[in-house]
């Protein structure tokens, strides 16, 4: 027999395109690193599940974007702008009510941001839109020809020393007048000069605004000189920003998908003057399978939760999501069942995500109802989570190799009323594309916590092998060890 040999469960994503050299999901499960001594370096979380607080309604209200003003959450669900508003009962009993604002014509994503008093959101055919509800007129859209046509069309929106700024679709920069977004000045702009490449969107950490560009970078200070007050500040950097909704602040910096002229899309982080890629070369290879248009068109959102601080991207049919706290990259899916009653995995659902009333609260991807990012929910709004997580190949210098006891300790005892019985169950592939048949093992009905996941004779493997354990049932999910029985055999495969 071969001796036991423990096998981390800290690696995260790394599926590459060529699977058997890896092929290790990590998917709606994400690792954490104890900060003391425990009973492995490295565990298996599973991701927080959603349920629902309030609803706009109809499956044509897909959520096109969210932000906070004063504690409010604001969600534009298809073409309505919508304010959530909570009321506690005396008895601590929470009613959430949405109530409408205005109308915003379109269907794609938009840019939010306010000055404490207005809140601006701006389409991408150049429309924009103040809610204010301090003045007599709370939702009106904005109809100075400064702003509408002037410097052309207005795309993105930040706000900074009491103006907002934005990017046009002519190479330009606008401001509008202090803590008024109603009023705009013909020659209140600038251009982008160190590179003349096509402005993408602004953005603005430690108060600093920074415009990036397809190709370029540049910092601003606000020198306060008349007409626009912002100078370039000497901050350039030849990388520039593939996606708009990409573009998130983190920490003191931020990140983005995006390179240089003629490289591919990764995803990158700028805090100082050095940009520094954060993907992996597999996530590169997965960011070159989407087409130009399908990069253009994916969004980052942030949160953190359970010690957790998480930065996603989304793209068509996964989002990659990055653990500041463990710099370890996990994906995310969704299953649906679509008007047919057929389950489809999609990427994450959520469209948007905002923290207010101590919540995570999400918009939705697929109609308008407004959830919860809750870790002690093991659903989404009643779909099962698919969990998966497969490991690095195990080999013996490419000799044939018996894989004698496979030990997965689980937190066991984890049954509830929904499901008493849960299971996790394992499959194993020896060329990392093809899986055997999942055999099951018991996490434990409640209360049964000496429960434990073992798998025997699991077969030969005639180079090497990988492993894939999955868990759909809606019930807590921690991983937190794993130990494989490895004997070297004959040369005859699987």
Known sequence: MGQPVPVSLGDGYYVSDSLPLSNQRCLNVYVDIPQTATLSEAVLKGTAGLTQIATSGAVNQINRGSHVKDGKPYFLNGETLYRLDRDIASDGTETFTM???GTIPGTTRCSFSDNGTQLIILTTTGAGYIVNEAAGTVFQQITDVDFTTTNGSPQYVVYVDSFFVVTTDTKRVIKSSANDGLAWSALDFTTAAADPDAIVAPIVVKNKLTITGKETIEGFDNLGLSGFPFQRNGLFVQKGCFAPHSLINVNDGFMFIGGAVDESPAVWTLNGATPQKISTTAIDAKLQTFTQDEILASFAISYAQAGGYFVEFSL????????????????KESQIIDSKGLTKNLRHRVNSLVTAYGRVLCGDSQDGRIGELSTSVYNEYGNPILRAFSLQPFADMGTAISLNNVELTMES??????QPNPEIRLSASSDGKNFNDPIPAPLGKIGEYDVRQNWRRLGRFSRFGILLFEFSDPNKFRALKLRMNIKQGSQRGR
């Not at 005892?413 to 929904?418: I, L």
């Open 99 to 101: 109530g409408a604002l």
């Open 316 to 331: 068509p049919l996964i989002t990659l999501v990055y653990d500041m706290i463990t710099q370890v990259w996990h994906e």
């Open 413 to 418: 005892g984890v049954g509830n009323d929904v």
